[in-house]
């Protein structure tokens, strides 16, 4: 009998190993041993779902406390404030005094949202004041806090007032860091917002697509640390598949491993079906929400692309859709920030997201047969 299933295609779950990140995440932590200022500490993850962001926010917050940091992980949301203070309240109650644990204690959770209860504190602070005294009482003892902010969204006024307090601590030589991660829309979004124009000068990773090699190594190392084997086609099969998305790694190796769980050895015949059953979670878990946030235009302008076996040009486009490429211009940007088509040349561009071309074929085909009936 062989171990349990050691592909983990669940949003933030962080598998066995991660293909191609590697030296990213080595940044990262190097970053945190450095002093202060080093720019790893400010890091912003870009990509569609599915790239992987949420798994390398994780796996850098679990790598950063094994070292001695304080690490709290929070969503970009109102109340995410509050909430970093009550992670820390509980992560690092054993390194804080009886005075911060009770300020920090002043922030209570009361029926669905979260109040502070000012009568448990001796003082009234801004947010940067509250945490700013904390960071100071963990920097004294030689540790750090890492701040993680996963789906950024400059629409959140908690999460411009977050940066620019960490911008303070930034020139405050502060033992604290701060890695975010989001979609491409959300972070240009961001990035352009002047009130928070420090972010700009972040350390930006677009997550692209991973060498097969990474993927193969990866695939192959999974199943035999948890004592199977895969035969060289399956194998091959199965990198290719991926198209170099993190997420389909994951969804392929899981549905390989389910197909004969009790045989040594996984198929050929155990990768194809892997591959029907994680196209259809593809669709399932990534495709239809970003299908959704499509504009009509942007949705013509993909349909336009269906024509292209490799590549489209952006005049090709604008024939087709009998508007000036100036106006499409517009709209290449978006799909390229939404990570969904990528530049493969001048005036060329290409379905990035893998398999969504197919999804959008069918998506035409269902539209088609409604139009006509």
Sequence with gaps: MFSQNPFTPTFGSVPPLIAGRSELIKDILDGLDNAPGDPN??????????????????????EASANGWICVNVYADEGMLDEILIQIRNKAKEHLTHESLTFINSITIAGAGISRDIKQSTRKASWRSEISSVIDELNEKGIGLLITVDEVNVKIDEMKTLIKVFQHFVREQKEVALIM?????????????????????????????????????????????????????????????TKGFAFLIQLIG???????????????????????????????????????????????????????????????????????????????????????????????????????????????????????F
């Design 254 to 372: 899981y549905h390989m491993w389910r197909q004969n769980p009790d045989k040594e050895i996984i198929s050929t015949s155990d990768a194809h079906e892997g591959v029907i059953l994680a196209q259809d979670d593809m669709e399932r878990m990534i495709f239809r929400n970003t299908y959704r946030e499509l504009s009509d235009m942007d949705v013509n302008f993909l349909i336009a692309m269906l024509e292209d076996e490799k590549f489209s040009t952006v005049s090709d486009i604008a024939k087709r859709l009998k508007v000036s490429s100036k106006y499409v211009s517009l709209y290449r940007k978006r799909l390229i920030e939404h990570g969904i088509i990528g530049s493969v040349g001048h005036g060329k561009v290409a379905f990035d997201l893998p398999m969504f071309k197919e999804y959008v074929k069918n998506k035409k085909m269902e539209r088609d047969i409604t139009t006509t």
């Design 181 to 241: 991660a989001g979609l491409p829309t959300r972070v240009s979004s961001l990035l352009t917002d002047d009130d928070i124009s420090f972010l700009r000068r972040a350390f930006q990773h677009d997550l692209g697509p991973i060498q097969d090699s990474e993927i193969r190594f990866s695939i192959k190392k999974t199943i035999e640390i948890a004592g199977r084997k895969i035969e060289n086609n399956a194998l091959d099969f199965a990198v290719a598949s």
């Design 41 to 62: 500490r400010a890091t912003i993850f870009v990509g569609a779902r599915g790239t992987g962001k949420t798994v390398l926010l994780t796996k850098i917050a679990h």
